[in-house]
């Protein structure tokens, strides 16, 4: 009997060691997943994400093709931590005190955003379309999910406002690109920044983990600590605690949340607590049947008056 009662508790043992070693795979592997750089897309079976890639497959030819036609210069900055970091200056037609800084969203570069940067250029905006760091032509190894990129954009609004007196700026970002705005908004920004555009944001890096644990119907909780303790130390620790609803109750810019009702990979309730929490004069829309991020592309007439609309408002409070 006492043979039988040690066999099952090695069994036991064993068992527990092989749901926590099973818990540390998927942890780990969520941590390289989401800080690695992006590598070419696998084949996908969604439906909903194939649409979704086809859309984002065009809107990148059409905004490559942007970008090559356009007269523009190549800018380049250094980031705190050493990072060369790429991104492309166009000049508006005309003379113009109004300047657009564009950041994508993960996976993504700078031609993902160049069908709404002609959009900007068109009204005689100044552009600066950005690769973020571990994306595009910028370097870094892995990606800070919206926190380390937060930062970064400090420096380049510093560049913009280099250029001149009574410079008006305006920020827009897609998906993490928009967290990255957040997350540079609660940190406090220049007065030369009047507003943002942040398009299918999420709340929190731990948040959103969970949210696509869930999907998958795999139990967040344990693997989200296992995370964490892989991420003790360092910056990736700064990264895995980020919480985007604490910088945006710090910030006074107005901020124009926009968020598909049909996105499956960032919920757009995260875009109604973002909005909840802010702390300026900010504006929420939450419309259309588009898949993540790709509202532009869908409804880009009724898309682009609504950024427009809230901009000029913004402006007007700057005076």
């Known amino acids: 009997m006492g043979g039988v009662r040690i066999s099952v508790r090695h069994l036991s043992v064993a068992g527990a060691l092989l749901v926590c070693g099973a818990d540390l795979l998927i942890a780990n592997r969520l941590r390289a997943d989401a800080f690695a750089r992006p590598a070419p897309a696998a084949e996908i079976s969604d439906a909903e994400e194939q649409r979704e890639r086809q859309l984002l497959a065009r809107t990148r030819r059409a905004g490559a093709a942007w970008i090559r036609e356009t007269d523009h210069l190549q800018w380049s900055i250094r980031s705190r931590d050493g990072i060369k970091l790429v991104g492309y200056y166009f000049p508006s037609p005309r003379k113009s005190k109004n300047c657009v800084l564009l950041v994508h969203g993960h996976n993504g570069s700078s031609r993902d955003m160049g069908i709404i940067a002609a959009q900007y250029h068109e009204r005689q905006f100044n552009v600066l379309l950005i690769d973020s760091r571990g994306h595009g032509q910028s370097g870094g190894c892995y990606s800070g999910l919206g926190w380390l990129e937060g930062q970064d954009c400090t420096l380049w609004i510093d560049r913009i406002v280099e250029l001149g007196e009574n410079t008006?700026?305006?920020?827009?970002?897609?998906?993490?690109?928009?967290?990255?705005?957040?997350?540079?908004?609660?940190?406090?920004?220049?007065?030369e920044v009047r507003a943002v555009i942040a398009d299918s944001p999420?709340?929190?890096?731990?948040?959103?983990?969970?949210?696509?644990?869930?999907?998958?119907?795999?139990p967040a909780v344990p693997i989200?600590?296992?995370?964490?303790?892989?991420?003790?130390?360092?910056?990736r620790h700064q990264i895995f605690g980020a919480d985007t609803r604490k910088q945006v109750a710090r910030s006074q810019v107005p901020i124009l949340f926009?968020?598909?009702?049909?996105?499956?990979?960032?919920?757009?309730?995260?875009?109604?607590?973002?909005?909840?929490?802010?702390?300026?004069?900010?504006?929420?829309?939450?419309?259309?049947?588009?898949?993540?991020?790709?509202?532009?592309?869908?409804?880009?007439?009724?898309?682009?008056?609504?950024v427009f609309e809230f901009i000029q408002r913004a402006l007007a409070l700057g005076g």
């Open 258 to 306: 926009i968020h598909s009702q049909a996105d499956q990979q960032n919920p757009p309730r995260m875009s109604r607590q973002l909005y909840d929490r802010a702390a300026g004069c900010s504006e929420l829309w939450i419309t259309g049947d588009a898949p993540h991020g790709m509202l532009f592309a869908t409804e880009k007439a009724a898309y682009m008056t609504r």
């Open 202 to 218: 999420f709340t929190s890096v731990r948040a959103i983990m969970t949210y696509r644990l869930h999907k998958h119907h795999i």
């Open 168 to 191: 008006a700026v305006v920020l827009h970002g897609i998906s993490m690109g928009a967290n990255t705005l957040l997350n540079a908004a609660g940190e406090g920004l220049p007065s």
């Open 224 to 235: 989200l600590i296992s995370a964490a303790l892989l991420n003790l130390t360092g910056e």
